[in-house]
Nanobody
């Protein structure tokens, strides 16, 4: 059974940084792309970033490009999301997801396993 567990969320001031982690188990982690999505209150879940099976390719939503960095450590079965220069509009529950194939994708349909989410709140 595949399990994804996010951690690292919290309250941060505008301009601050957070690093999210997602620990995976139950399948061969390095065979699949991973992604981060987020969902703000009253809004649909949206794509944030994706990383290929090897980490060699990444893809970002325009809203976070240049501020967020996705990375992975296949030896630790963990994917990360480094978030810098956070803005109030980044406030959301952040979810990690495991893809059905090795390559990056911004589509929710490309991911078949999801974590429970971790809350990120950006406020002064």
């Amino acid at each position: 059974q595949v399990q994804l567990v996010e951690s690292g969320g919290g309250l941060v001031q505008p301009g601050g940084s957070l690093r999210l982690s997602c620990a995976a188990s139950g399948r061969t982690f390095s065979d699949y792309a991973m992604g981060w999505f987020r969902q703000a209150p009253g809004k649909e879940r949206e794509f944030v970033a994706s990383i290929s099976w090897s980490g060699g390719n990444t893809y970002y939503a325009d809203s976070v490009k240049g501020r967020f960095t996705i990375s992975r450590d296949n030896a630790k079965n963990t994917v990360y999301l480094q978030m810098n220069n956070l803005k109030p509009e980044d406030t959301a529950v952040y979810y990690c997801a495991s893809a059905v194939r090795p390559l990056v994708s911004p589509s929710r349909a490309a991911y078949n396993y999801w974590g429970q989410g971790t809350q990120v709140t950006v406020s002064s």
